[in-house]
């Protein structure tokens, strides 16, 4: 019989950690997988269905950006890294790559509750057909297609995506785009702002060189252009 409520894989080589979260999350009932190293977090996630993923950047064998970008390859779901000051690059990269969500260590629980509950509500969002040109978004499905193929995004891009077509012919600025994807207080900047939506517009646009659909306003921000 399989067990009940979202299923949450923590990787972290701290084992007091691993016990903190394991039970603070198992009180608020969530089913909790553990790992303390790469390799066992990616043996995890193939055997069991995982809904979200807890993932320190510094593990003893391959690194914690290496597990974020082969999971990102195999499935969408949301990934928050936990990093410190000194892995400040490798979260970067990963916010840029594949991953959600950081939390700095040392974390309080009530943080890390927030952004899990946060990361499950949005990805489970459910809604109609949004249709443009080429562009096909099936919110029911949080499926994408372009040209009648489905493409591949990371969860960050879809919500991105999501909150511009919600707000399709309006200015979307970057401190919208901060608050309603990255919810105020991740340190997140216009630099990765800008990352993340070039990775994006790769993915939808037909033109990268000549945007269709998220256009950028200079010193402003961002459009989703409405068909005329």
Same mark, same amino acid.
């Given at each position: 019989m399989s067990k009940k409520g979202p299923h949450i894989l923590v990787v972290d080589d701290d084992k007091g950690?691993?016990?903190?979260?394991?039970?603070? =999350?198992?009180?608020?009932?969530? +089913?909790?997988?553990?790992?303390?190293?790469?390799?066992?977090?990616?043996? +995890?996630? /193939?055997?069991? &269905? *995982?809904?979200?993923? +807890?993932? @320190?950047?510094? !593990? #003893?064998?391959?690194?914690?950006?290496? %597990?974020?970008?082969?999971?990102?390859e195999q499935a969408q779901v949301?990934? $928050? *890294? !936990?990093? %410190?000051? @000194?892995?400040?690059?490798?979260? +970067?990269?990963?916010?840029?790559?594949?991953?959600?969500?950081? %939390?700095?260590?040392?974390?309080?629980? =009530?943080e890390i509750l927030a952004r899990i509950t946060a990361h499950l509500r949005r990805s489970h969002t459910t809604g109609p057909i949004f249709s443009s040109g080429p562009l096909t978004v099936d919110f029911s499905q949080r499926s994408v297609q372009v040209n009648g193929h489905e493409v591949d995004l990371t969860p960050t891009e879809y919500e991105i995506l999501t909150l511009m077509i919600e707000n399709r012919g309006r200015i979307v600025t970057p401190k919208m785009l901060i608050s309603k994807i990255w919810r105020d207080e991740f340190g997140i900047t216009?630099?990765?702002?800008?990352?993340?939506?070039?990775? !994006?517009?790769?993915? $939808?646009?037909?033109? *990268? /060189?000549?945007? &269709?659909?998220?256009?950028? !306003? #200079? &010193? %402003?921000?961002?459009?989703?252009?409405? @068909?005329?």
């Open positions: 950690i691993l016990l903190t979260l394991r039970s603070s =999350l198992e009180q608020n009932g969530y +089913v909790v997988y553990s790992a303390e190293s790469g390799e066992e977090a990616l043996e +995890v996630f /193939a055997q069991h &269905r *995982i809904d979200l993923i +807890v993932l @320190d950047l510094k !593990l #003893p064998d391959i690194s914690g950006l290496e %597990v974020c970008k082969k999971v990102r949301p990934i $928050i *890294i !936990l990093s %410190v000051k @000194d892995t400040e690059g490798d979260k +970067v990269e990963a916010l840029s790559s594949c991953a959600d969500d950081y %939390v700095s260590k040392p974390f309080s629980m =009530l216009s630099h990765n702002i800008h990352v993340h939506m070039h990775y !994006l517009r790769k993915k $939808i646009e037909p033109d *990268i /060189a000549a945007p &269709r659909f998220i256009l950028t !306003l #200079p &010193r %402003v921000g961002y459009r989703f252009k409405v @068909d005329d």
